[in-house]
């Protein structure tokens, strides 16, 4: 058969890619050996934020800090949650994404897809059969999967992922988690809210690495009250089990040994691109030092006829970038629009609580661009929002030009963050200053407000938790 685009994959990026091909109408077929839906809605986005709203509600049932309200957090059914999880996944899939194809009217074939000559795609199909489809277009969205560590005995003892640890059976007595990115974090705390005896291990020197130092900091003393135990700069030799249970040999920078054990360790130490098998090197498609697949700005490969979205490209690996990856390949394969985007002004959002939520540049970045920085760091306990919380647990933080005063930018770590960000996101997209940050409206009592005292820091008096210039 022949259409004008054939999408391997199901994910964001495809999904995009598709509906704006078919509102040109375009004929487009969808290849996925998977579920469809791809990872955010299936293994990613939907259950781990759908689990980690169920921790919050039992930890704030625990150790809400309001007097007068008595609530208690009692042990908790696993197995129900997960089941109500799979139920959410399940309507959230058929509505989001079944319907939707159907809707718009393109065709999903099952199976495992890689190029052919032509270019062509050969999709061996479930049934053992295969079949071969012809477009115009190719677009290659085929998504991330987890790194495995090199770690001496891992993959012997066996380890869990974010998908396996969100479909355990039971919750476990303790969890090692390697990794403190964005789900390394996230799932540590929901894990740890729901009860488990958490230790997250990191081998940079701090947790949540990408992110400012200040915000770092924040995160660990949260983890930490909350009985979270945190080892960083240590390096994992080996892992091992015995008798049920996990062991993790850790090396301390002074060269001190240690060991952990727990019912599992969970891998959260980064996602790769998925290439494999996919005939690519035929293709004349190039693949980067990470297996990403190699795109112009436009996102198109070094083949003319093939294009890739999402995080196959080594982007940034949020399911946003991926759906504006696939409009924007429709776009430029049909209309020739010559589109591409700006990252420059991308939110970063990890979903504990405090969230952790970011745009621009960091400090780091600021300063060895050379840009001249000031920064100022604004701690919770001066938002009124986080007083009548009564947990000021947080920052927000400016890095501005010290030139010109311009927002380079923003972080936040706060209940909401990742709602409030938005004003910092259009801050910076526009190029606005900290002056005129410091002169917009803002609501009283709002974590959006942090915005606004932070802003103002730059030119008042007002006592910080930190502030620096450079
Ligand atoms: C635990 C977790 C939490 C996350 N939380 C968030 C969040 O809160 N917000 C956010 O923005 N992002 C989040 N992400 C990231 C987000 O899920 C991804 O960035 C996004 O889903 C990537 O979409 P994609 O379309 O590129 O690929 P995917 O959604 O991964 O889709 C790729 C598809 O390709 C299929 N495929 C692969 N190879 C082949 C082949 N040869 N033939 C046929 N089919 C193939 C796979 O089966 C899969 O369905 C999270 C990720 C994880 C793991």
Redesign the pocket.
Known sequence: MSYDLAV????????SAAIAARRKNKTVVM???????????????V???ALLAAAEARHIAGYHPFPGIRTDAGPVDFRALVTGKRALVEQMRADKYIDLAAHHGWEICR????FAAGPSLE?SRPDGGSQRIEAEHYVI??????VTPLIPGLAEAGYLT??SA?ELDELPDSLIVLGSG??GL??AQLFARLGTQVTVVEILPRLAPPEEPETSRVIEDVFVDEGIQVRTRVIVTSVHRAEGIMFAELLHPDGNPEQLRAQHVLV?TG?RP?????NLAAMGVKTGDLGEVLVDPQLRTHHPRIWA?????GH????????A??TLIADNAFDNAGRTLDYGHLPR?T?TSPQIASVGLTEEQATQRDLGCKCRVLALNYLPRALVNRDTRGLVKIVAQHATGRVLGVSLVAPNAGDAILAAVYAVKHGMTVDQMAETWAPYLTVGEGLRLAAQTFTRDIALLSCCAS
């Open positions: 391997i994959g199901s994910g964001g990026a495809a999904f290849i996925d050996r998977g579920m469809i839906g791809g990872t955010c809605v299936n293994t990613g986005c259950p781990s934020k199976g495992v897809a890689r999709v969205a085929t998504g991330s999967a987890p974010s998908t969100m964005y789900v996230e799932l959260a996602r998925v290439t494999d098998d996919l979205a999402g995080d196959v490209t940034p690996q949020f399911v946003y970038v991926a759906g990856h696939g959002v979903f």
